[in-house]
Nanobody, 117 residues
Framework: QVQLVESGGGLVQPGGSLRLACVAS????????VSWFRQAPGRERELVAS????????DYADSVKGRFTISRDNAKNTIFLQMNSLKTVDTAVYSC??????????WGQGTQVSVSS
């Protein structure tokens, strides 16, 4: 059974930093892309960042480029999202997603990030 467990969310002041982690277990062998999505109240879920299996192909939403960095530690089955220079508009529930490109598409339960003074 696949499980994705996020951690690292919390309350931070504008300009601060947080590091999210997503630990994956039960994944079958194969190449898959890992992404972080977020959803704020009253808004649609949006893709924040994604990375391929090798970790050398990343993609970011324009709103977070230069501030967020996605990375993965395959040995520990962990995906990270380093978030710097946080803004109030970054407040949302952040969820981890693993997609094999076929029917295998998995989600974590999400972690709340709140940016407020």
């Amino acid at each position: 059974q696949v499980q994705l467990v996020e951690s690292g969310g919390g309350l931070v002041q504008p300009g601060g930093s947080l590091r999210l982690a997503c630990v994956a277990s039960g994944l079958s062998a194969g190449r898959y892309r890992v992404s972080w999505f977020r959803q704020a109240p009253g808004r649609e879920r949006e893709l924040v960042a994604s990375v391929n299996s090798e970790g050398d192909d990343t993609d970011y939403a324009d709103s977070v480029k230069g501030r967020f960095t996605i990375s993965r530690d395959n040995a520990k089955n962990t995906i990270f999202l380093q978030m710097n220079s946080l803004k109030t508009v970054d407040t949302a529930v952040y969820s981890c997603n693993v997609n094999f490109g076929d029917w295998r598409n998995y989600w974590g339960q999400g972690t709340q990030v709140s940016v407020s003074s």
